[in-house]
Nanobody
């Protein structure tokens, strides 16, 4: 069982930056792939980015590529999402998710059994 707690959301102007953190409980954190998904008002939850258990492979949705960076510190059981050049369309609730790393389907939210409570990110124009 893994519990996830996100932090770092908030209000920022377009062009600004935010850094989200997600701390995991439980054991064997390095065996879990970690993902960040987001859900904007009136829209379905969408994949943002993911990282494999070792931190050696990272995956990004086209909408965030070049602006967002995912990283992890396995010693601290924490995954980070650095968001730069934020746009109003990045406004959403951001969720951290975890799953056993089988080396595939990093962008499929249905394959992640563990989710955080979400943190709101609001980007003003």
């Amino acid at each position: 069982q893994v519990q996830l707690v996100e932090s770092g959301g908030g209000f920022v102007q377009a062009g600004g930056s935010l850094r989200l953190s997600c701390v995991a409980s439980g054991r064997s954190f390095s065996t879990y792939a970690m993902g960040w998904f987001r859900q904007a008002p009136g829209k379905e939850r969408a994949f943002g980015t993911a990282i494999d258990g070792s931190g050696g492979s990272r995956y990004y949705a086209d909408s965030v590529k070049g602006r967002f960076t995912i990283s992890r510190d396995n010693a601290k059981k924490t995954v980070y999402l650095q968001m730069d050049s934020l746009k109003p369309e990045d406004t959403a609730v951001y969720y951290c998710a975890a799953k056993t790393d089988y080396g595939r389907e990093y962008g499929q939210d249905s394959t992640y059994p563990y989710w955080g409570q979400g943190t709101q990110v609001t980007v003003s124009s």
